[in-house]
């Protein structure tokens, strides 16, 4: 069994129709920057993740080969909206039609970008373990373990109990699409509680997309 690990790629440009953390979300006509449940103010664009990368790989059966999903989390209060639960309001994931896609309009006020927009290599590694293929990856290549970004697919490597969620249309549990780590550096890394890992999930049928993070 293989593990599809994110890799860092170096920076890319923050509009990039490609998967990656941070930057601008492309979004479909009429969208409209998700707001906190909590606190009202606008929530902050985390990652973006394509169907199919440029090269035509695909990210898993969870993920539509023509979809993106984009993940949002409130960032203006941490700690206090519940950012870390997936049907309390604090963030966000949504699944769009990759057709017609543009750059959002970004609210002036909140904290709503990444400090730092990361280009993603998808890379297989022939284990079944994420943290071992991790470890792997990193001593291979001589690079530090900050530098895996996540996975793609396969099984949520759970820091707490299994917390798969419940698609809000069919009720169906959700399938999972991405388990991403932080970042690379803790001046720029999405705030996971100090590291924690986030855990994004789709019903593809539906056009649902659900996340959540644990620590």
Known sequence: MTTTLMTYAGPVDERAPVTRTGGVPLVPAGFSWPLCAACSGPMQFLAQLWGTDPGGREAGPALPT????????????????????????????????????????????????????CGIDRTAIDMASYHEARSHWAQAHGRPLEDVLGRLGGVPSWLQHDE??????????????????????????????????????????????SFLWQR
């Open 66 to 117: 023509e979809g993106v999903l984009s993940v949002f989390m409130c960032q203006n209060d941490p700690g206090l909206c519940d950012e870390w639960d997936p049907s309390a309001g604090g963030n966000l994931a949504l699944l769009f039609p990759r057709a017609g896609l543009t750059a959002a309009p970004v609210p002036t006020e909140g904290e709503t970008l990444l400090p730092e927009t």
């Open 164 to 209: 798969t969620p419940a698609c809000p249309t069919c009720t169906q549990p959700m399938s999972f699409v991405a388990q991403l780590e932080e970042g690379r550096d803790h001046r720029t890394a999405i705030n996971f509680g100090g590291g924690g890992c986030g855990y994004a999930f789709a019903c593809a049928p539906c056009g649902e997309g």
